[in-house]
C-alpha cells in the first residue's frame, strides 16, 4: 500500500499543486486514472458504470491516504471491504477524491482501460 500511495497519489498531488502555481491561471491539471475504481462493481455496454466518483462511504479519503503511507491496517481493512482487488486500483480511487477536493486549478480525470506501448507511430 506504501509504494502505491507514493506512485499513484502523491506524485499526483504534487503534481497538482505544481500546476496550482503555474502563471497561466487557465491551466488544466489531467490526471491518468483507470477504469477499474469502482471496487468489484461491474458495468456492460448496456448499463455502464457511471462517471462519478465511486463511494468510498464511510471512509474518509485523506485518512485512507495517511494509512496507506504509515501503518496500512485501516487502509487495508477498507480496501477488502470496499472490493477492491488489488492495490493499484484502491490508490486511483483514493487519489480522484483527494485530488477533486483540491481548489485552485482546473482537474480532468481520464479512465482508460489499458494504457500500452505502441508498435510504431
Request: charged share 15%; aromatic share 8%.
Amino acid at each position: 500500500l506504501g509504494d502505491a500511495a507514493m506512485s499513484n497519489i502523491t506524485s499526483s498531488l504534487q503534481l497538482q499543486a505544481l500546476t496550482r502555481q503555474l502563471k497561466n491561471k487557465n491551466a488544466k491539471f489531467v490526471h491518468v486514472s483507470t477504469a477499474f475504481v469502482h471496487g468489484s462493481t461491474t458495468g456492460t455496454a448496456l448499463s455502464p458504470l457511471p462517471e462519478e466518483l465511486f463511494s468510498l462511504h464511510p471512509y474518509d479519503p485523506e485518512e485512507l491516504y495517511r494509512s496507506m503511507i504509515e501503518t496500512q491496517s485501516y487502509a487495508s481493512s477498507a480496501m477488502h471491504k470496499l472490493g477492491f482487488p488489488n492495490t493499484y486500483t484502491f490508490s486511483k480511487c483514493v487519489c480522484e477524491h483527494l485530488l477533486l477536493r483540491n481548489d485552485g486549478v482546473n482537474t480532468i480525470i481520464v479512465r482508460p482501460s489499458i494504457v500500452g506501448p505502441a508498435v510504431s507511430e
